[in-house]
């Protein structure tokens, strides 16, 4: 069995048992959080859409860790104007372990 989940704008297809980076939640590590945003739920041949969601249906996930990325490096220049601009940002996640899902 799988879903489509919406989180952090995002959205991620996801099964039991696996692992996931999804956008910063505030959620201690070990605790077990509830999705409710299913967009689709499927198994097998057999695919259940929602408009926009599929009521009744959750996602049950533990948070293994929170942590940021690698840096991603901006360097911006523009030629012959003596411009150059360096930045970095580092996005953080949090990586969650799904359990069960509950169509």
């Known amino acids: 069995m799988y879903a489509v989940i919406k989180t952090g704008g ?3 297809k996801v099964a039991a048992g696996e692992k996931l980076k999804i956008e910063q939640i505030p959620a ?3 605790s077990e959080i509830t999705i409710d945003q ?3 739920v499927g198994e097998g041949e057999s695919l259940k ?3 926009p969601l599929v ?3 959750t996602v049950k996930a533990t948070v293994i860790s929170q942590g940021r990325h690698d840096k991603v ?3 911006k220049m523009r030629r012959r104007k003596h411009y150059q ?3 970095g940002h580092r996005q953080n996640f949090t990586e969650i ?3 069960t899902i509950k169509a």
């Open 10 to 12: 995002k959205q991620y």
């Open 55 to 57: 009521s009744g249906a």
């Open 97 to 99: 372990l799904i359990n």
């Open 73 to 75: 490096k901006i360097f």
């Open 49 to 51: 859409f929602g408009e």
């Open 28 to 30: 201690d590590v070990g």
């Open 85 to 87: 601009k360096r930045q």
């Open 38 to 40: 299913v967009l689709a």
